[in-house]
């Protein structure tokens, strides 16, 4: 999700965004562990994300 996609949320979005892309890199990185992705990228892409969306809840509160 780039940054622009996240900017158009609303915060209730946001959070439900949050937990979907939370709960997605979880299982992600349990698989990677039990035998390697093909495409391990895919961690970092969802890392990033994951770190997005929050930047951007905490910069909402404020």
Known sequence: ????EVKGLS???LQ???GKA???YADLK?????SPLENPI???T???TVAR???ELTKRQD
């Open 53 to 55: 969306i929050a930047t």
């Open 30 to 34: 349990m698989a990677h562990t039990i």
């Open 22 to 24: 939370k709960r997605s």
């Open 46 to 48: 969802l890392r990033r």
């Open 11 to 13: 915060v209730a979005e």
């Open 1 to 4: 999700m780039k940054q622009s």
């Open 42 to 44: 895919q961690l970092r």
């Open 16 to 18: 439900e965004e949050l």
